[in-house]
């Protein structure tokens, strides 16, 4: 699979601005509390189980800006950690919230990219037999192209 053919089937554009991935965002406490609205409870280091996501956001609508940027890091933190950086634990990363920061941002960044060498990681893995599942956005490999 080359880059345009993930490009194709996810809509998500290789190339753009670096990610700014900060693997110690879980030892920020402050930074979580202030870009989610808490502190989520991890379920290993620098992990968040998917299920934290869909109880802390559900519910009352947001009504304030700072409340509506809590919600969009949330579901783009879910929305991530299930498709383009998905991996047996069904846990988000927190070294996503980084580039959540500012999120009018976000659509400038290389997901593309990231979420291919993703897939391409746990391929590499899966095929020298050191992994055992296969992760990242494998629904594109389930996408039949007629040619």
Known sequence: MTPFDFSMLTGFGVG???????????????????LLGTCPPLSRPGNVRFSWFANQFKGEM???REEVEHYARGFFMFLLG???FAGRANTAGLYLLSALVDVTQ???????????ATLYGYMSS??????HLLGGYWRAWEVHLPF
């Open 82 to 84: 299930t498709t383009l």
């Open 16 to 34: 753009g601005d670096p990610i700014p991935f900060d693997t110690d965002m879980g030892e920020w406490d402050a930074a979580q509390i202030f």
């Open 126 to 131: 899966s095929s020298r037999c050191s992994g």
């Open 106 to 116: 976000i659509r400038h960044y290389d997901w593309g990219g990231a979420g291919l």
């Open 62 to 64: 947001p009504t304030t």
